[in-house]
Nanobody, 123 residues
Framework: VQLQAYGGGLVQAGGSLRLSCAAS????????MGWFRQAPGKEREFVAA????????YHADSVKGRFTISRDNAKNTVYLQMNSLKPEDTAVYYC?????????????????WGQGTLVTVSS
């Protein structure tokens, strides 16, 4: 599976961005997809995940009410709508394919990763 993430950019605090992640290759193997982010000097942290079948979603407490994960199965694409952005949301955002159903928040449970897209929120 190949993952291509895009949609990052520079936005002012309070603004919005939508990230997209297109999957190609063995997409029939996708059971869930997630978004993670990594700020400079910090560990990679879970942002949101979505089940491919049924569409159940999970969001980190830090983004609940502001970010929404969604997917388009026909396009093999997962999205992250980010509203009310804050400077602390600045990071490289990665999409990833889950290996098997387990702890959605653990990067180790994901086996394919996109290249990352930079989101910068200015104050």
């Amino acid at each position: 599976v190949q993952l291509q993430a895009y949609g990052g950019g520079l936005v002012q605090a309070g603004g919005s961005l939508r990230l997209s992640c297109a999957a190609s290759g063995r997409t029939f193997s996708i059971i869930a997809m997630g978004w993670f982010r990594q700020a400079p000097g910090k560990e990679r942290e879970f942002v949101a995940a979505i089940r491919w079948s049924g569409g159940g979603t999970y969001h980190a407490d830090s983004v609940k009410g502001r970010f929404t994960i969604s997917r388009d199965n026909a396009k093999n694409t997962v999205y992250l709508q980010m509203n009310s952005l804050k400077p602390e949301d600045t990071a490289v955002y990665y999409c990833a394919k889950m290996r098997y159903y387990s702890d959605y928040t653990s990067p180790g449970n994901y086996d394919y990763w996109g290249q990352g897209t930079l989101v910068t929120v200015s104050s």
